[in-house]
């Protein structure tokens, strides 16, 4: 698959990097912590995660998205923005999980609770897989109502993404109500099929006893307001009763046998070369080159691996393949100094030979029904005076055409820098992939801290240089403030924590999840756009 070679470097920053997110993680995992743990168990309840432990298959892959969400907001008081979402195994069937996480200020919605569960319903929607609700929450933070309530992606949107997938696109949603269920929140299980509720512990209504109480001087307990039993029997709100947590649960597990059986996955291969072996190809300096192609060897199945126009543009990687049996298309970018007909080019870099390869090889994978998984390590477009006169702009421009018109599955997966327009020519999130992930050595941004303060800065930099003096101390403060404000925002951790990208995973992990995402992905075999889908009237045409 050849490539810009390099000795076996030492990867002590990768290790450090993957260490930190894997510590965030953890403490994202604990949610409210062990006391609040102890108090939903002596409420007779499971936590949030508990109850995914007895909905997913054991033994199964489980993609969580926004795990990292707000991490660093609220002084660390909305871990994972108190809700867990993401893809898993029920009953042999993939599907997304909305729970929420009663151990995080009782589960209330954040403002970056909404953007989780609007991307958990985006994907449900997108892949037409069914989603699961686990109600547990006190409704909208009401300190940060403003953020939350209106808006064109405020909680009203959930309702609207609720009501498309129920009429328009027939995607199954079941919500369990396995706590408070207050107010405008209640219309998520109420714009569901099917709504399960646990006696004793369960409550669905649209506002509480002491809302009841000062509105109408009515006095009433939970219970009797809004109860199981209520719902039940007299409402005729929910359908089905369950004794306990996780009796609740089976009850969901049962409903996903009636579903019609998913397609099997393709058998497979294993990779040319062991994942494990991924740490190891990455350098510790994000500036320095790497073998790419190693690296695809390391993820991707043997055999079936042809390249697309390898001896033009070859600073870009095209070529079809294979993942855990499922046929592909793989978009990457080479590192390094690249030998071509026209001379040395340096990878990373889209040129506008590459800009139009690349645009030709993702319209045959369109027309070829292939995903798109992009591996994305660029520097951003070429520029200068011979990049314009080859109409850069315009190249580029095709490049970005025919990735947002492409209807097949796209995944996303930055390595390294991700960086200018080239990020969006790459399937940025702006332009709707399925799935978006990171390595923790990630560096999203515009552009790296060093360019950013030539570009800020580069005339008192000059002048001071000619001059041969130091830089003014107000320059050089200014300097070091824009240093350290793009080393954060260009950090994974960071890009986690704002719902840049889905999850930063392990490299060594990177092929056991692309192949589930591509099994999720699998799961609709009509594709569009989602913009299109959900306008009015488009659903029959898209189902």
Not at 198 to 225: C, K, Q, W, Y
Not at 304 to 319: T, Y
Request: charged share 20%; aromatic share 6%; with cysteine.
């Amino acid at each position: 698959m050849g490539g810009v070679q390099t000795g076996k470097p030492q990867t002590p920053r990768t290790q450090e990097l993957l260490e930190r997110i894997r510590e965030l993680e953890s403490r994202a995992r604990l949610g409210g912590g062990q006391a609040k743990i102890d108090k939903q168990h002596e409420a007779g309840k499971l936590t949030a995660r508990e109850r995914l432990s007895y909905l997913l298959d054991p033994d199964a892959p489980f993609f969580e998205t926004g795990l990292l969400v707000a991490w660093d907001l609220y002084d660390g008081r909305a871990p994972a923005a108190g809700v867990v979402t993401g893809v898993g195994r029920i009953e042999g069937r993939p599907a997304v999980v909305v729970a929420n996480d009663a151990t995080v200020k009782a589960g209330a919605w954040w403002p970056e609770t909404i953007a989780k569960i609007l991307r958990a319903q985006e994907i449900a929607m997108r892949n037409r897989v069914p989603i699961v609700y686990l109600v547990d929450s006190a409704g909208v933070n009401l300190p940060l109502q403003d953020s939350v309530f209106p808006g064109q992606y405020g909680a009203a949107r959930i309702f609207y993404y609720n009501s498309l997938m129920r009429r328009k696109l027939r995607i199954p949603q079941i919500a369990a109500v396995m706590g408070p269920c207050i107010a405008g929140g209640a219309y998520l299980p109420a714009l569901s099929d099917v709504i399960i509720m646990v006696n004793g512990t369960s409550f669905m209504g649209l506002g509480g006893p002491n809302l009841v109480r000062g509105a109408t001087g009515e006095s009433t307990d939970a219970e009797t307001l809004g109860g199981a039993t209520l719902h039940t029997r007299t409402s005729g709100v929910a359908h089905y009763a369950a004794s306990d947590d996780a009796a609740c649960v089976a009850i969901v597990r049962q409903l996903f046998r009636e579903l019609p059986p998913p397609p099997s996955p393709p058998s497979s291969s294993g990779p040319a070369r062991p994942s494990s072996e991924i740490h190891s190809l990455l350098p510790d300096d994000h500036h320095l080159p790497y073998n790419m192609s190693a690296i695809v060897e390391a993820i991707f199945d043997a055999g079936d691996f042809l390249e697309f126009q390898p001896d033009f543009a070859p600073e870009m990687l095209c070529a079809t393949t294979r993942l855990a049996g499922y046929a592909v298309a793989l978009v990457a970018n080479r590192r390094g100094l690249v030998k071509t007909s026209k001379g040395p080019r340096i990878g990373g870099i889209i040129y506008t030979e590459s800009a139009r390869k690349v645009s030709e090889f993702v319209e045959n994978a369109e027309r070829h029904r292939l995903p798109l998984i992009y591996l994305q390590d660029t520097s951003g477009f070429m520029v200068g005076t011979a990049a314009e006169r080859e109409g850069i702009i315009r190249a580029g421009a095709e490049m970005v055409e025919s990735m947002a018109c492409a209807t097949v599955p796209k995944i996303v997966l930055t390595v390294n820098h991700a960086s200018g327009a080239g990020y969006y020519a790459l399937a940025g999130q702006g332009f709707d992939p399925d799935f978006t992930l990171a390595w923790p050595t990630a560096r999203i941004g515009v552009m790296e801290s060093d360019s950013a303060i030539q570009a800020i800065h580069g005339p008192e930099i000059a002048r001071s240089r000619a001059a041969g003096k130091p830089l003014p101390p107000d320059v050089e403060r200014s300097a070091e403030q824009t240093r350290a404000d793009y080393e954060r925002w260009l950090d994974a951790a960071h890009a986690a924590a704002r719902g840049h990208v889905d999850a930063a995973i392990d490299p060594a992990e990177t092929r056991t999840v692309l192949a589930f995402l591509l099994e999720v992905t699998s799961a609709n075999p009509v594709r569009g756009h989602l913009a299109l889908d959900l306008l009015p009237g488009n659903g029959e045409r898209t189902r």
